[in-house]
């Protein structure tokens, strides 16, 4: 792509390093900002900058949250004897837009996946098994993507949990193998939260 001016090229190649955006969808967008008011402009590059710069991890669950402290954990309403553990935030997005839970998150930050290099402690289990040691926790519900990876991860959690005194479930899988979390309609993933079984039951 030829282009008229550098400051244009650069904005270009920014927004086409963009997951699914190309070149021409980048002109495109970057043509529309240049056609909007400067404070709209302004508004959507603050967002960006703030995102990165102020954006905390929740101490506790590490889901992506505005406080040290996320408002799911901070809510008094919710039972923190209850955690869903789930691969990101996205997962914790999709299981709230259903509102059939009232527990708590454990954000694992990814899958084991040993294709890919990702393993156990890579992902954020060792403040899982802290959680369960310093809380009364009497449910965990492995509620991860059922997919390979997915299967691994939940497969390793086990070994680890099994030990303490909880009850450890996974969703129920009306989810077809392969089937990613955030991609089930909500109705089907509210329900497969609440139908959900012990996981012993659902290997046998
Ligand atoms: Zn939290």
């Known amino acids: 792509m ?10 270009v190649n920014e927004f086409s390093r963009l997951p699914g955006i190309g070149q021409k969808t980048a002109l ?3 043509l529309h900002l240049l056609n909007q008011p400067a404070d709209d402009v302004t508004k959507f590059s603050d967002a ?3 995102l990165k710069s102020e954006i905390c991890y929740c101490a506790v669950c590490h889901n992506i949250a505005d406080e040290a402290i996320c408002e799911i954990c901070n809510a008094p309403k919710r039972d923190k004897g209850l955690i869903c553990v789930v691969e990101d935030t996205r997962d914790v997005m999709a299981i ?5 839970f009232n527990g708590v998150y454990h954000v694992l930050g990814g899958l084991i996946s040993p294709m890919d290099g990702v393993g156990p402690s890579d992902l ?5 098994i802290s959680r369960l040691r310093e809380n009364d926790v009497h449910e965990i519900i492995l509620a991860l993507s059922a997919t390979m990876e997915g299967d691994t991860t939940i497969f390793y959690l086990y070994k680890k949990l099994k030990d ?3 009850q450890i479930s996974t969703i129920a899988r009306g989810i077809s193998f392969g089937g990613e979390l955030e991609y ?3 109705v089907t993933l509210g329900r497969s939260i609440v139908t959900r079984v012990p996981y012993e039951r659902s290997i046998a």
């Open 96 to 100: 709230e837009n259903t509102n059939q």
């Open 164 to 166: 303490f005194n909880v």
């Open 28 to 30: 495109r967008l970057v």
């Open 124 to 128: 954020s289990i060792d403040s899982l």
């Open 48 to 50: 960006l900058t703030k």
């Open 2 to 11: 030829n282009f008229s001016s550098k400051l244009l090229e650069n904005a």
């Open 184 to 186: 089930v309609d909500e």
